[in-house]
């Protein structure tokens, strides 16, 4: 059964949290995006046991008809630790499963350096597959999702996905809180399922938080996300609903109090 890990407030975890929703929402996209073989790709658990250390938890895990994938994310160029923590699940899994995996690391920072091989042996190196978000022709996709729009026709999976990460994309614009809002705004008019639209809203509120800094603008964008997403929309009511009944248990049960005294 695949185990998806809680997502958490913590700002080096966001990045990984909208990689991870989209991931889960798109993964075929994943085909054209980091070069795999052609496949009909699912998400397995991403937990590979060590005997006698905490169980290593994986970005994601993806199987296919030719074996497993595994796929990092970073926010940061690759350091050597980073790229040691990534070779070791490598290395884990063919230790204590007999298999050998691809492994695929996606970084959002190409300007810097990062590191891409490891001496294992004196005759033996690591070279990681690296792909950087900001080569992603972001620009063209939103283009085409909005000539896409205007006669109502379907998006891609992988036009989906980028659209779900644009932001962190080579998007060509100048002002990243104006994208994140003509996104947010865009999203209803997308023909798209349900669903999808939903894992969208998810990634949106999480682009909201990272890339606009105007309060002001953050709530009116929560609205229009709220407003777009049913799930979203229907679980704050049930919130609104738990919260007045409960304010209502309180009133009955100080008016008794009141009435006994």
């Known amino acids: ?32 995006l980091l070069d795999l073989p052609e496949d009909d790709y699912i998400i397995i658990s991403n937990e590979i ?17 030719e074996g497993h994938i595994n796929i990092e994310f970073h926010k940061q160029p690759l350091s050597k630790s980073h790229l040691n923590r990534d070779f070791e699940y490598v290395l884990q899994c063919y230790f204590h499963y007999g298999e050998t995996m691809e492994q695929k690391i996606v970084i959002l920072d190409k300007e810097r350096k990062s590191v891409n ?11 990681a597959q690296c792909y ?9 996709i939103l283009n085409n999702i909005k000539d896409k729009t205007v006669d109502n026709e379907t998006l891609t999976e992988y036009e989906q996905y980028v659209f ?14 104006k994208l994140v809002e003509e996104l947010c705004r865009l999203t209803e008019k997308l023909n798209i399922p349900e669903k999808n639209r939903e894992a969208i ?13 105007d309060t002001d603008l953050q709530e009116k964008l929560l609205d229009v996300i709220r407003m777009t997403s049913s799930c979203i ?9 738990i919260s007045k009944e409960e304010t209502e248990k ?12």
């Open 250 to 261: 309180a009133k009955k049960l100080q008016k008794k109090k009141n009435k006994k005294e």
């Open 117 to 127: 091989k490891l001496q294992i042996l004196k005759n033996l190196e690591y070279e």
């Open 201 to 213: 809203a998810f990634c949106q509120m999480i682009l909201v938080d990272l890339f606009v800094n």
């Open 164 to 177: 779900s990460i644009l932001p962190l994309t080579n998007h060509g614009h100048d002002n990243v809180e």
């Open 233 to 241: 929309e229907e679980r704050e009511n049930r919130l609104r609903n």
């Open 1 to 32: 059964m695949m185990r998806i890990i809680p997502l958490d407030n913590k700002t080096k975890n966001r990045y990984d949290s909208l990689f991870k929703i989209a991931t889960h929402a798109f993964v075929n996209a994943l085909i054209p």
């Open 49 to 65: 046991f060590k005997p006698g250390r905490d169980v290593k938890i994986m970005d994601i895990l993806l199987q296919g008809k």
């Open 132 to 140: 950087f978000t900001p080569k992603i022709d972001g620009a063209t």
